[in-house]
């Protein structure tokens, strides 16, 4: 097997090449309990301790294959990991594919984030693993550990592999200042013009009964001042180019930067990125813009 | 209904086990009080217990509390409740490590393991040359306390009430018929020393050895106070017992604990060594008897020591019994210090075994006659059991003294002064429904015992040389092939066991059948139906839409039409034959031949 040496497969099938198997810390304690037994079993000449002694070394022999053969043939290939925040833990999207039953696996990534023990059937399973990625750019989750102790704990079964998948990861939001640079409308000024919706409401207009008690003006009402209708508007969207604050350190000012066009995304606003050298994203809306304008913060020189 | 127990639950029925094993254990062992400390020790984690690693640690104290157990209780119940023991931890074992499931199912899966596990066991048990005891001084062991039985002293005089103890003392099983009801007196102790008033021992007797013959009896005796064990007098301790040995009082030592269950086989003796013990001339021990405290009693012996044969001087004795008025009595009270033995003769004249056998054997030292006392028991009663052997039991109550006297032309005699005297005592019920049942039971446990606790170093020597002869050297060769072979075979019985464990066959069969097309690059996503996955496998793969056709049509058919038993098994027909074809075809599709890939 290959130790992180840059060149993982993309599916790792465990086999006798690929798995180890040592006894476990309870395996070794189980060993003692045997030897205490059969101590006892010569001592007193008893056959009872001496049959229990040569069971216990009987179910170690027999754990020893059954464990290893929970493993066997278990066969691992990565999805496609989607890209996330650098703000907490990503999934992880591993496909599994087990001729038989395997009972108590558990995969464990070097950082000590573990899933399982699992209990799977035999068939193909998704899995979603979590891991926590060090800061923004194209990382891999690194090591992982599979492993079972099952049917009785003796032995540990193992192997490892990194998941040659690559996923991205943007930086984390933070709220805080960033370089506008605002872009001409559509009517071609900055000011902005008002429009239909729903955020606040801005004026009232005597009310009509076929308007319902939605949009009656309350408060009006119970100061005896006659019966009023709420109009809303919302102000005209802006259309902003985004950049980081010069004046701020490069990872801070990314952080800022994430926050704002994600703030942008749910105000509905439209924006775009000035990636520096003349370049940039032209400005848009929606998650797909979205996740190509934080794909751009990933990889920002 | 199924029961699905946590782990924890199954532990605390483990516990519950081991805990109903303890009651009856001899606090004078230490290894009860080693047993009882485990059994602690394994609740208190137990009630702190939160992760496996923990649980696992409560899993091998019960299994060490239970080899500890086997120790001490070797009976058919005992074996049997500690074999109930062990699987229950290794059920909370094996639940620890896999999905929560049915307790039937764990049961099942752990006793496959169990049972899978014993054939490796019981190799080495038996080919595996045993060891002998590490340091252990090879003798008499220092007597330790037991619960029932003989003592090594007899004082009739002290005692006010004999309790009739009903406690099982022995149970011997025999190869040809028992002897008849009048002859069934079995020896342990031979006192010679006489104080007065207690009957001791005396000095060590020397062994004697005897030739063995052909295995008559076999001997299971509950554990008592005294290394000496139960016999006839007239075989010899079968071959290959070093631990067992005659001596020349006539009584059979065994070097065993005597806080265990002990068990050995008597052999008829060979012609010339027959009862050798009777033939070994008395000490002058057998004549002493401290003068002037028993007057009266002096005074009726020294009438008899006028006549001039010992065999004369019996009879006299015997006629002067049978002519008194005496009773026999579990409660005579107790007879005074000083001239108690003139008090039973002459003034109350009720007394017990002890009583008639003392005074006896008292007389005819007087009278110038060797003469003993033998403490041992006497009858026992003959139970055919449906289950085992048919067997002799005696009880504690069978508990019996008697007398011994040296006559020149015979040797020792046994002579019974309490069979001339009238018995005042009920005459024994019939056995009712529950002692029947219980004979019956012992009757099994006679048979455990004769096989589980014959099979000791000695008896597995004979066997190594019966099966092995000179070739004895190469049996760890033997047992390493024995071994690697059976256990490849043991692996492939319990994967055949745990094929149906996989949970649902109909799942297992679809998961092999859409197995090959991982392939392809096509598997079920997470939460996709079988339908919505079949019209996507077939719009990327055409060539394969009629096998996915069948396959998910016969799936869904088996897995929602309601159906006849038999339309069901041809509906499994149809599907395994469905995912037999899919296999195929996507076999033949990943195929490089097909370009396709």
Known sequence: ?301 | MALTLPTRALAWCTEALLLVSLPGLDPSQPLSWALLALVLAAALKLLEARRPGERRLVALLQVIAIGLLATLRSDLAGSLLQLATLLGAITALVALDGPAAPAQRLLRRSLALLMAALPLALLPFVLLPRLEPFGQRRGPLAGGTARIGLSDSLEPGAIDRLANEDAPAARVVFAAAPPPATQRYWRVLVHEHFDGRRWRPGSAAAPLGVAAGRVSQLWLVEPAPLLEVPWDGQGAPAAAQPDLQTTARGELRSRRPPTQRRHYRLAEATAAGGAAWRRQPPTPLTLSLPRGGEPRLEALAATWARLPTPEQRLAAAEAWFRRQPFRYSLSPGALPQRGGLDTFLFERRVGFCGHYASAFTALMRAAGVPARVVSGYRGGSWVRSLGGSAYLDLRQSDAHAWSEVWLPRQGWVRVDPTQWIRADSPAPAAPALLTWWQRQWWGLDVAWTRWWLGFDRQEQEALLRRWLGERRTAVGWLLLALMGGLLPLLLALLRLGGRGEGGDPGRQLLARALAPLANLGLAPAPGETLAAFGQRATAARPDLAQPLAALVGSYDRLRFAPLSPARRRARWQRLRWAARRLRRAAAASDSPASGRR
Request: one cysteine or more; a positive charge.
């Open chain 1, 1 to 301: 097997m290959r130790f992180a040496d840059g060149s993982e497969p993309a599916v790792l099938r465990l086999g006798l090449a690929n798995l180890y198997i040592v006894p476990s810390g309870f395996g070794w304690l189980w060993l003692g309990a045997a030897a205490l037994l059969l101590v006892v079993a010569v001592q007193t000449q008893a056959n009872g301790p001496l049959l229990l002694a040569l069971m216990l070394v009987a179910l170690m022999l027999l754990a020893l294959p059954l464990t290893h053969r929970n493993l066997e043939g278990l066969e691992l290939r990565c999805g496609q990991p989607p890209p996330g925040p650098a703000e907490g833990p990503l999934a992880y999207p591993l496909q599994l594919r087990l001729r038989r039953p395997c009972q108590g696996l558990r995969l464990a990534w070097a950082d000590g984030t573990a899933l399982g023990p699992l209990h799977l059937t035999a068939g193909t399973h998704g899995l979603t693993l979590s891991w926590w990625p060090p800061g923004r750019g194209l990382h891999r989750p690194g090591r992982l550990r599979i492993e079972v102790r099952a049917p009785l704990g003796l032995f540990v079964c193992w192997s490892r592999w990194s998941p040659p998948a690559p996923q991205w990861v943007w930086p984390r939001r933070r709220p805080g200042p960033v370089a506008e640079q605002p872009q001409p409308t559509a009517l071609g000024g900055a000011a902005a013009p008002a429009r239909e919706g729903s955020a606040d409401w801005h004026d009232l207009r005597p009310h009509r009964p076929e308007e319902g008690p939605a949009r009656l003006a309350w408060p009006l009402l119970a100061r005896g001042r006659g019966r009023h209708t709420k109009v809303f508007r919302d102000p005209e969207a802006r259309t902003v180019l985004l950049a980081p604050a010069p004046q701020l350190h490069l990872e801070e000012a990314l952080e800022h930067l994430s926050h704002r066009l994600q703030l942008l995304e749910a105000r509905g606003e439209t924006y775009g990125l000035a990636l520096g050298d003349g370049r940039s994203l032209a400005p848009g809306r929606g998650r797909q813009h979205l996740q190509a304008a934080l794909i751009a913060l990933a990889q920002w020189p």
